[in-house]
């Protein structure tokens, strides 16, 4: 007697394997058996008509730390088959907390209360809150730095050095899956390659890897996956190349090309990347990304600072014009703050800058001031010949970025929130033919499982947690979009955490069955 048999299904397994007709048994949240099943009788029977069933999706790259607590059933994930997520990537993760940098830390890593200063502590809070998906967190190194040196712009010494290596192994011993790191991001790209390649260090004995938003995506690509390479090679540990992509048009067609390359050649050497990229062409970040990175230090109340005196404010001005030429425009205000600011939601840079009679940094910098920085932007910015092309790479695997949120969370979030996974199948496998669908469902199970290390996800075996997506190949579709992205993707018909039916055909079943994920222990 099981709990649920779901039948007459294609099992795809996760491995990339061809898919075969069958079904699955579950009893106590697991697998426990594979076949078709004849004789056996389960509590619940499900007839898949046909249907294809797969392992639960695995988010290998999300920010939900930062919202999961506010949101927990996760909405955006569920309903888009992500039964398994990593969040406190790009460098951000909501612990380590130093209670005296609370403030700036709402600034940099999200609006939360804080009640807790580990990663450990954090974990353990959000089991007791129960949530719908299985989540496990990175360990940000911009988080680390700011809790030991907040926004300083330098060097760190020898004793920041070492209470940045203790914060590192306390989140490691905690289950953090990995460090990850935002060089694009204050108070992160302050840090020069040695401190990362000496912090990554400490990784080694956890078998974790680096995780890296590189230092630019836009120009320096080549450059930056160096850098990144360089910090693995000096450290010993694997490297997952966050996000890779390539934003701007200058060097479109040409950059991936060369840093595919260097992956395929570092790998031949011995170094363990991978990648990960979500299926958009536009990325999504804070409006504040776009002044200069100087401008930032010593956080944000500095940064407003700078931006209301004339002068430092023109300086600032000056470089950010200059390096967004013909790019206002593409700048699209996704969320702000205030009821005030409300009408520049969905409007471009330019746009705004045209209503108010402005120059574009002014009306940048004047929403930065007003918001106090809590004003996000949608930046189109990647063409699909790149995203296509890295897609394709045997070690490019589907990571969102995305949140855990509500179908009626403030805004309009970049829809790889809430249709990421459904968008690779429907649009890159089914219509554009960059691979079978066996490929793209093994980039969102069986991959990331491996890179994570997860033990008991990530494949439809006997043992495995009970973990599933039944989807219509046919119809499923990213219903979410740029201009209405808070909606249920198409053709997910149910999912399943641990066993627990969680969604049903785009309806959540506000069932809370996703367990808490520590490295090495899930
Ligand atoms: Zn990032």
Redesign the pocket.
């Known amino acids: 007697m099981y709990d649920l048999i779901i039948k007459n299904v294609r099992i795809i397994d996760g491995t990339g394997a061809p898919w075969f007709r069958g079904g699955v048994a579950v009893r106590d949240g697991k697998i426990c058996k594979i076949g078709m099943l004849a004789d056996c009788e389960a509590e619940r029977v499900v007839d898949g008509s046909d249907r294809y069933l797969s392992p639960g999706f695995i988010d290998i790259h999300s920010h939900s730390d930062s919202t999961l607590p506010l949101y927990p059933q996760a909405e955006s994930r569920i309903l888009q088959g992500i039964t398994t997520e990593i969040g406190g990537?790009?460098g951000i993760s909501v612990a380590p907390v130093d209670p005296e940098r609370k403030e700036q830390l709402k600034d940099y890593a999200g609006d939360l209360e804080y009640g807790w200063t580990s990663i450990g502590q954090y974990l353990e809070m959000l089991e007791q809150m129960g949530v719908s998906t299985n989540f496990g967190t990175a360990a940000g190194h911009g988080t680390i730095r700011l809790a030991v040196m907040g926004y300083e712009d330098r060097k760190a010494d020898p004793r920041e050095m070492s209470l940045m290596k203790a914060h590192l192994r306390q989140a490691m011993e905690d289950g953090a899956f990995c460090m990850s790191s935002?060089l694009i991001y204050p108070p992160g790209c302050y840090a020069d390659k040695e401190e990362l390649a000496e912090l990554a260090r400490e990784l080694r004995p956890y078998g974790a890897f680096y995780e890296t938003?590189m230092r630019d995506e836009a120009t320096r690509n080549v450059e930056s996956v160096r850098e990144a390479m360089e910090v693995c090679w000096a450290a010993g540990v694997p490297l997952q190349i966050?996000?890779h992509k390539v934003t701007r048009r200058s060097h479109w067609n040409v950059s991936c090309r060369a840093t595919i390359a260097m992956i395929e050649k570092a790998r031949q050497e011995g170094l363990d990347v991978t990648a990960d990229q979500y299926p958009y062409n536009a990325s999504s970040t804070t409006l504040d990304s776009n002044v200069p990175a100087w401008g930032f230090a010593g956080g944000m109340e500095a940064l407003l600072k700078r931006l209301r005196d004339p002068a430092t404010r023109e300086k600032l001005k000056e470089e950010s014009n200059a390096s967004h030429v013909g790019r206002w425009g593409d700048i699209i205000v996704s969320y702000a703050e205030s009821e005030k600011n409300a009408w520049t939601v969905g409007k471009s840079i330019t746009e705004i800058a045209e209503i108010r009679g402005v120059d574009p940094a002014d009306a940048c910098f004047d929403l930065i001031i007003e918001e106090k920085g809590r004003v996000n932007e949608v930046n189109y910015g990647m063409c699909e010949e790149d995203i296509e092309f890295i897609m394709s790479q045997r070690f490019t695997m589907i990571g969102s970025?995305g949140n855990a949120a509500s179908l009626d969370y403030p805004g309009l979030p970049h829809p790889r929130w809430y249709g990421a996974f459904p968008r690779v199948i429907a649009h890159y496998c089914r219509e554009r033919k960059l691979f079978p669908l066996e490929t793209a469902i093994y980039k969102m199970t069986g991959l990331p499982a491996a890179r994570l290390g997860l033990q008991g996800r990530g494949l439809i075996r006997e043992g495995m947690a009970a973990d599933l997506v039944l989807f219509d190949f046919d119809t499923i579709r990213d219903t979410p979009s740029y201009s209405d992205p808070k909606r249920a993707c198409q053709g997910i018909v149910q999912v399943y955490v641990n066993g627990v039916l969680t969604a049903e055909n785009g309806v959540h079943t506000g069932a809370r069955a996703g367990a808490i994920l520590r490295r090495g222990r899930s």
Do not use: V
């Open positions: 990537d790009c935002g938003h966050a996000h970025d």
